[in-house]
């Protein structure tokens, strides 16, 4: 049922959504000409694999009924199919892919816009246009999500977010299930639990802004009635878990090696919390404005509390975000182990941040006669005003350095061909590259996609490899094995049976290697002692790295 109201003429309408939209766009625009990162070149093989083996839609709608890849219980068939859909349009340009990624961000945003004017009734507040405004603001610009928008295998972050707002939105509006406001708004939800295991929450999402909107009728009457307006969500739920069971064998593991249940009855799900600092100093690195922007969040919250202990409608409204908000982070926690101290998993919290956003907003749908004061109301401006200038203070630099990192991936690729070419036919060319650049994954299980079509017109592999730091503790035992044997006559895809097979001549180690240096954004060949190399491999790659200037390789 949608809220009653004078609407805003149409003009004003387009420019409260615009704004934030188009200032969203431009901060993201430097992250748009960068290469693919890590994880994107699994999916680019993968969809090269299906396509050069002509089974690409086959391959795709095998993906509805099991897992992406073993031995992940992720299930995510419409994500990857949207990435078949750039690929198929664009090949291995990663202009249109990234395009896509920050499509989904703006329709999110769009959609939180379209969520915050309904939360509580329009005639409630006397400037309707201020809170969604400042709810898609908060959550377009949210500096954590940069990793989301900005990396391809966001994709799944993205998508399965933009179905969710989508499925609330259309929630929202709807007068009964069958409507076309319903319809959609079911729809939406399948998509969105097609996307990624994000999408559990919504469910319990439209659970909670049903019962919200009939918050002002009473406790225990609102229960009632929003467990019935949102029966078919819960319906939905289950018949999600039930497929997981029936595809995994479990309704809840994500990851392989976790137990969620488990976890979650131990007590053990906050242990996570313990790294929350040391992640939020990395991913927000600028001290002064990740303080203003935390105390900005906390005033906007408790200000929010405040008014609706005042107000039924407000109180529906503000309970329904800040138990779904809370919600995100309890699911989350059970699969995460530790928080990365380089700031990386900032994706993982990209539904959160859509709830914050409306969350911190919704003070200014409190009456403006009503029980926040006019010192209350500057309390509101004020920490609005600096929220919105600390996340862009923040947003700036992460930007810039994925900008940085998805030109410097460019660069490789380029690099790599014409080192390969300079290789003599007998020699072997071993390069390590970074796994991450600061909070940015770089060649983290990119190193078969990197010297691999389509990222290379032709395969690079049996002229040298690409390693990361945690790669190289394995070389010796692989020069004992034969890898580079194996490298030099066989395919890539075919490298590891041979090995097991014992079809490579051993003891045969590379003859020429190389190291990316992020600073200077090129490949340098290193003074490779290969005395020092029989007696200890990685002390001979410690005194090679620092003698090359490639160190950041090393971390």
């Known amino acids: 049922m949608r809220a009653a109201g004078v609407e805003p003429p149409v003009a004003l309408r387009a420019v409260a959504i615009l704004v934030p939209l188009v200032a969203c766009a431009l901060f993201y625009l430097p992250t748009l000409t960068g290469g693919f990162l890590s994880d994107d070149y699994s999916v680019l093989g993968a969809l090269y694999g299906w ?29 990857m199919l949207s990435f078949a859909a750039n690929f198929a349009l664009s090949g291995a340009n990663p202009l249109p892919w990234r395009v896509t990624n920050l499509f989904f961000h703006l329709a999110s945003g769009a959609l939180v816009f379209a969520i915050a004017r309904e939360v509580v009734p329009r005639k409630n507040s006397k400037l309707p246009l201020i809170a969604p405004m400042f709810a898609a603001a908060v959550f377009l610009l949210f500096p954590t999500n940069v990793e989301a928008v900005a990396w391809v ?68 009457r609102a229960f009632g009635s929003g467990v019935r307006d949102a029966s078919p969500w819960l319906a939905l739920g289950l018949g999600y878990f039930v497929l997981r069971t029936a595809i995994f064998g479990t309704p809840f593991r994500v990851y392989p090696d976790s137990s969620p249940l488990q976890v979650l009855l131990s007590g053990d ?36 509390a405040f008014a609706s202990c005042h107000d039924t409608k407000v109180r529906g409204g503000w309970l329904a975000i800040a138990l779904s908000a809370v919600l995100s982070i309890v699911l989350l926690l059970p699969h995460v182990a530790v928080l990365s101290s380089n700031g990386e998993q900032g994706r993982l919290f990209y539904t959160t941040s859509a709830l914050l956003g409306l969350l911190v907003a919704l003070p200014w749908c409190a009456p403006i006669a009503g029980p926040v004061p006019v010192v209350g109301r500057g309390l509101i401006a004020v920490a609005t005003l600096m929220l919105i200038i600390a996340e862009a203070a923040l947003l700036q630099p992460v930007v810039r350095r994925w900008a940085d990192a998805g030109t410097q991936a460019k660069m490789l690729v380029s690099a790599l061909a014409r080192t390969s070419r300079a290789i003599p036919p007998t020699g072997y060319g071993l390069v390590l590259v970074p796994d991450h650049l600061g909070n940015v994954p770089f060649a983290r299980n990119a190193q078969g996609g990197l010297v691999s079509p389509p990222s290379q017109p032709a395969p690079l592999s049996q002229r040298l490899i690409v390693q990361t730091p945690a790669d190289l503790p394995s070389w010796p035992e692989h020069i004992e094995r034969g890898l580079v044997d194996a490298l030099q006559r066989f395919p890539l895809s075919e490298v590891w049976n041979v090995m097991a097979q014992r079809k490579s001549a051993g003891n045969r180690a590379p003859s020429h290697y190389f190291c990316w240096n992020a600073d200077t954004r090129e490949l340098v060949s290193m003074q490779w002692p290969a005395e020092i190399a029989t007696r200890d491999w990685i002390a001979a790659w410690q005194g090679a790295l620092a003698q090359s200037r490639c160190d950041a390789s090393a971390a």
């Not at 203003?292 to 929010?304: D, Q, S, T, W, Y």
């Open 153 to 220: 295998s966001g994709r799944y972050d993205v998508m399965a977010l933009a179905g969710m707002l989508a499925s609330v939105a259309c929630f929202q509006r709807m007068r009964r299930w069958s409507d076309g406001w319903g319809a959609t708004a079911l729809l939406t939800a399948v998509l969105a639990l097609a996307s990624k295991e994000s999408a559990a929450l919504l469910p319990a999402f439209v659970l909670a802004i049903a019962i919200g909107r009939h918050w002002p009728e009473g406790a225990r």
């Open 269 to 304: 799900w906050l242990k996570p919390l313990a790294s929350s600092g040391a992640w939020l100093d990395a991913a927000m690195p600028l001290p002064l404005a990740r303080t203003a922007l935390l105390a900005a969040l906390v005033v906007l919250i408790a200000m929010g």
């Open 51 to 79: 396509a050069h083996e002509q089974r690409l839609l086959a391959a795709l709608t095998a993906k509805f009924g099991e897992g992406l890849d073993a031995p992940s219980h992720y299930y995510r068939p419409l994500a």
